[in-house]
């Protein structure tokens, strides 16, 4: 079956302007998690959706980060007024949830380069 | 707060020999610990998952120990191959205390190179 697929693959923009990253979990999975990976460096945890539940946001940098899951599945990721340290891959994994179920499943990431 | 330590130095093995990763976490008790591996311009991929009451898992030629009192997770691939070069990454799940969910910390991984 499908895995879970981003959107742009590589995005170019320039200082200042607005970003939205897109991320198709699994079907039927239930939690959603954004990541952000800077050269060189590990995962940073930024978002994470599960269910109906209120996201936990403790992760994101700034309120410029900000981020929906419509109808439980696809979610954007919006990043206002970027900035050059924002340029870093954007990565989505999404896992079913429960004890058993941990296993997250990651997509090819979005490559951000803020000029 | 809590912290994951691996090797940053590149590990450089030949072929057919068993190559070893470390993962060293402080300030927590995680439930279990997870194995990515990740390829260049790629996303992380699962590999194993060993919970705090497993000492040792295997997996094909992929084996993980998790010594809660140490604190650490050792990672082996015997008889690697070049195409086992890739980063690996160990990833613990955030504190249950906090209900944080699933989310995972991530180690800065450490890259294999597995020459022929």
């Known amino acids: 079956g499908a895995g879970v697929s981003q959107s742009p693959s590589n995005k170019v923009t320039e200082k200042g302007k607005d970003v939205e990253l897109r991320c198709d979990p699994i079907?039927?999975?239930?939690?959603l998690y954004w990541y952000r990976q800077s050269l060189g460096q590990g995962l940073e945890f930024l978002i994470y959706?599960?269910?109906?539940?209120?996201?936990?946001k403790s992760g994101l940098p700034s309120d410029r980060f900000s981020a929906e899951r419509t109808g439980g599945s696809v979610s954007t990721l919006t990043i206002q007024r970027t900035q050059q340290e924002d340029s870093a891959v954007y990565l989505c994994a999404s896992s079913l949830a429960g004890t058993g179920k941990e296993t997250q499943y990651f997509g090819p990431g979005t490559r951000l380069l803020v000029l | 707060s809590q912290k994951i330590e691996q090797n940053s130095e590149a590990l450089n093995i030949q072929e057919g020999k068993t190559a070893t990763l470390t993962c060293n976490y402080t300030?927590?008790?995680?439930?279990?610990l997870q194995w990515y591996r990740q390829d260049p311009g790629r996303g992380p991929v699962f590999l194993l998952l060993i919970r705090e009451n497993e000492k040792e898992k295997r997996k094909e030629r992929l084996k993980v120990t998790f010594d809660t009192t140490l604190k650490q997770s050792l990672f082996h691939i015997t008889a690697s191959q070049p195409a086992d070069s890739a980063t690996y990454l160990c990833?613990?799940?955030?504190?249950?205390?906090?209900?944080?969910?699933?989310?995972?910390?991530f180690g800065q991984g450490t890259e294999l190179s597995v020459k022929p």
């Open positions: 079907s039927g999975h239930t939690a």
């Open positions: 300030n927590y008790s995680p439930a279990y």
């Open positions: 959706f599960q269910g109906n539940s209120a996201p936990d």
């Open positions: 990833a613990l799940p955030k504190p249950r205390v906090y209900n944080q969910g699933g989310k995972l910390i």
